[in-house]
């Protein structure tokens, strides 16, 4: 939360480079400072153009605690695709959540009120829009309160704990994956 998903300063944000003390290597793609989870970083220019360019479509998972129920109606509004001022979303998978029990802890949290309850659903989409996911749930009434992104493609935050990462050595054709822990 907060870090803005680059190595290079930058006035008023912390940086990966705060964070990660890996040199020479990269983002493919991005989180937005409200965001949290998974980052894949790489030190191969090709690997991070084949992860992040949408004509590849490598799916993304997130699980987003929203604000209000959401209702069948509004999960296959999202599933269809939604139309946002940049134009019509690919369709996604979209599913009812259980709240997670063994997440982390946000700071900061999120803003509770107590008249209007909150449901979690997870959203996997296969395109990187500005704020997509978050565009997406308000154009449906459900405002995002907490955004994390489980997974992209093959990889996931499945027994990572926070702050920690795992060197994954990728087949360029993207199907195996062998990895080793750090």
Request: a neutral charge; aromatic letters at 6%; one cysteine or more.
């Amino acid at each position: 939360m907060g870090v803005i998903c680059q190595f290079s300063p930058n006035e008023g944000h912390p940086t990966l480079k705060d964070f990660i003390p890996v040199p020479d290597i990269y983002p493919a793609g991005r989180l937005d400072t409200d965001s949290e989870g998974l980052l894949l970083l790489t030190n191969d220019g090709q690997l991070q153009k084949k992860i992040t360019d949408p004509k590849h479509k490598w799916p993304k998972t997130y699980w987003v605690q929203v604000e209000g129920i959401a209702e069948d109606a509004a999960l296959q509004a999202l599933a269809n695709g939604i139309r946002l001022n940049d134009g019509l979303t690919l369709p996604a998978q979209v599913k009812q959540l259980t709240p997670p029990e063994t997440l982390w802890e946000r700071s900061p949290p999120i803003r509770i009120r107590a008249a209007i309850p909150t449901s979690w659903i997870s959203i996997t989409i296969r395109e990187g829009r500005n704020r997509q996911v978050r565009r997406m749930t308000a154009a449906v009434g459900l405002p995002t309160l907490r955004l994390i992104r489980w997974s992209i493609g093959p990889y996931s935050l499945e027994g990572l704990t926070t702050g920690t990462w795992q060197d994954v050595k990728i087949d360029m054709g993207f199907n195996r994956a062998e990895s080793t822990d750090s």
